[in-house]
């Protein structure tokens, strides 16, 4: 290639990073929930500093899906308007819940508060526009309602936790509630033959009963002398729901295994990004439930999972820039 060539193709390279970016789905914002909440497990399980390494990566996905997704909704508002009608918009609240909660967790309140103030924006426009275009024979995207309510719960339980603020923790209890019917609605829309041809995202299946399980446990520790949120009776039937939800996600997260095992689906797809986030959301749940009802043997599980999510995520982030190299090269002006 003459050096007029390669300055040609240098000179290609941005635009060619700006159209493989502009190619990005809503369903991309899988990559973020799966790298909140593995950053979140570690920071459950001690392990700080590799904790905020992944906080940073998700951080910088979030900033750069948030950027292309109000681009859209400036620029190019056909397609905004199509996308939004998709379960994957959906992840759009999901990633910024996550998100949310790993800086209430290092104590960066305000930061946490507008994250749950922007994603309490969204959800309602995009949950009534995902729910009216919902149809029979889906897949495991459909249970993102669930996902994204119950993102929202976590958020809210995790500040009432810290702030002593009564409403917010009943807020993120309706939500809890609301967040399981949604969970209900989907199942009969969900087609179970994705189970064995589904390319990642039929583990939302189990992701979703997995953060309605770390709800429930957050909204359990958010109680306190201060607040006194839950009576006997209220603390109880909270505490068997949260487990209840936690054995279901484990029997889900058993048969998805199980199923990839038998018919192995080898090879990078974006949706993997999908069985990532239930992967790690398992781990999590499964974590902050010992803590929540003082269940220390759960602690040893939990840390296995987790370890087990740092691994697919690895696997999955290979795989992705592996694709996106051979993207951006295929792009590149010759």
Not at 33 to 45: K, Q
Not at 103 to 108: D, I, R, T, V, Y
Not at 161 to 171: D, K, N, P
Not at 246 to 271: F, K, M, Q, S
Request: aromatic share 8%; with cysteine.
């Amino acid at each position: 290639m003459s050096l007029s060539s390669r300055r040609h193709a240098a000179s290609g390279t941005p635009s060619s990073l700006r159209a493989w970016w502009a190619q990005r789905t809503p369903a991309s914002g899988a990559a973020v929930m799966a790298t909140g909440i593995v950053s979140v497990g570690l920071s459950l399980t001690g392990y700080e500093l590799l904790s905020r390494i992944w906080l940073a990566a998700a951080s910088v996905f979030w900033l750069g899906l948030a950027a292309e997704f109000l681009t859209r909704l400036l620029r190019d508002r056909t397609r905004w308007a199509t996308e939004a009608a998709t379960p994957g918009a959906l992840t759009s609240v999901a990633a910024t819940t996550v998100l949310g909660t790993r800086f209430a967790m290092l104590g960066w309140v305000t930061l946490a508060e507008a994250l749950l103030a922007l994603a309490a924006v969204l959800w309602p426009v995009l949950i009534v526009t995902v729910v009216r275009n919902w149809g029979q024979r889906m897949p495991g995207a459909v249970f993102l309602g669930c996902v994204a309510t119950q993102g929202l719960s976590v958020l809210a339980a995790v500040l009432a936790g810290t702030l002593a603020t009564a409403w917010l923790a009943h807020a993120a209890l309706v939500l809890f509630g609301l967040g399981l019917v949604l969970y209900g609605i989907a199942v009969p829309r969900f087609d179970p033959r994705q189970v064995v041809e589904g390319p990642g995202d039929q583990w939302i299946a189990g992701g979703a009963l997995a953060i309605s399980a770390l709800a429930g446990a957050k909204l359990l520790a958010a109680d306190s002398a201060r607040l006194y949120l839950w009576n006997d009776d209220d603390r109880g039937v909270l505490r068997l729901a949260t487990v209840a939800l936690l054995i279901l996600d484990l029997l889900w997260y058993v048969v998805l295994v199980v199923a990839e095992v038998v018919r192995p689906r080898l090879g990078y797809d974006t949706r993997r990004w999908a069985t990532v986030f239930p992967l790690g959301m398992t781990a999590a749940a499964t974590l902050s439930v010992a803590a929540a009802v003082d269940t220390g043997w759960l602690r040893h599980p939990g840390e296995a999972l987790l370890w087990i999510a740092v691994a697919a995520w690895l696997g999955v982030a290979a795989g992705a820039l592996t694709t996106a190299g051979e993207a951006l090269k295929s792009r590149a002006p010759r």
